[in-house]
């Protein structure tokens, strides 16, 4: 379970480890409360938005999303994601409200299943509140409805990783984004003279989390091919 604000932004790699782009934002099914896919902005984003569907996402992970072959499609070319981008509801801010009819607060996060793309909670703005799947009802134009009657508003926020802000965490991802692919032009070597890459090979993702668990990032921006 993943805030979706850490998911945007993330890099887009294929099998044969190109980079495709990166996440734009979710596109949701509003009647099922799930994701059926992400659009990408690409290279070519200034020529029209691209878009990839769950189904052909592979892994969702902490550094990029695996994608099983070059999966990418023109948004302008696919008439059921323009239907759904028509329906598509800004729910960033929309007002959450009971069954009572009793304000709750505004929304400012969802919490986004990585296997499914279901929406399984939505986090309040100044509140340490979240909101389960099971008590939402209608994801609106107009509001949030949602029922409480349950346990459906608990404190325990689900195990995400918080410790950073967005913003360092979408900078990250532009820096991996930049790395991915290039060449190295030097060889690359811990102090105590273990090699982490040599001079040639293609920077890979583990390359760059072992570079950044160093803190030495800047030494790999400084060793690829420009």
């Not at 189904?55 to 499609?73: F, P, W």
């Not at 009971?98 to 399984?120: C, H, P, R, V």
């Not at 509140?127 to 134009?141: E, F, H, K, W």
């Not at 967005?166 to 060449?183: I, P, T």
Request: aromatic share 6%.
């Amino acid at each position: 379970m993943r805030l979706l604000g850490e998911i945007i932004q993330l890099p887009i790699l294929s099998h044969s480890g190109s980079y495709l782009g990166s996440v734009e934002d979710i596109v949701l099914d509003n009647k099922k409360l799930s994701g059926i896919g992400f659009l990408v902005r690409d290279k070519d984003w200034y020529m029209g938005m691209k878009f990839i569907s769950k189904n052909d996402i592979e892994v969702i992970g902490k550094n990029a999303i695996i994608t099983t072959n070059d999966s990418l499609k023109a948004v302008a070319e696919l008439p059921d994601i323009l239907e759904f981008l028509a329906d598509r509801i800004e729910w960033r801010g929309l007002p959450v409200y009971s069954i009572n009819g009793e304000i709750l607060g505004k929304a400012e996060e969802l919490f986004i299943n990585e296997d499914t793309l279901d929406i399984d909670g939505i986090k309040l703005q100044e509140q340490d509140y979240v909101i389960s799947r099971d008590n939402l009802m209608a994801l609106g134009p107009s509001a949030i409805l949602v029922d409480i009657k349950g346990e459906g508003i608990h404190k325990e926020k689900p195990s995400v990783q918080e410790s950073r802000s967005y913003e360092e965490k979408g900078f990250e991802a532009k820096q991996n984004a930049f790395l991915l692919g290039k060449r190295l032009i030097r060889d690359i070597v811990t102090d105590d003279g273990t090699l982490i890459a040599s001079k040639g090979d293609t920077v890979t993702i583990q390359i760059i989390n072992r570079m950044r668990s160093l803190n030495r990032i800047q030494e790999l921006i400084n060793s690829i091919e420009q």
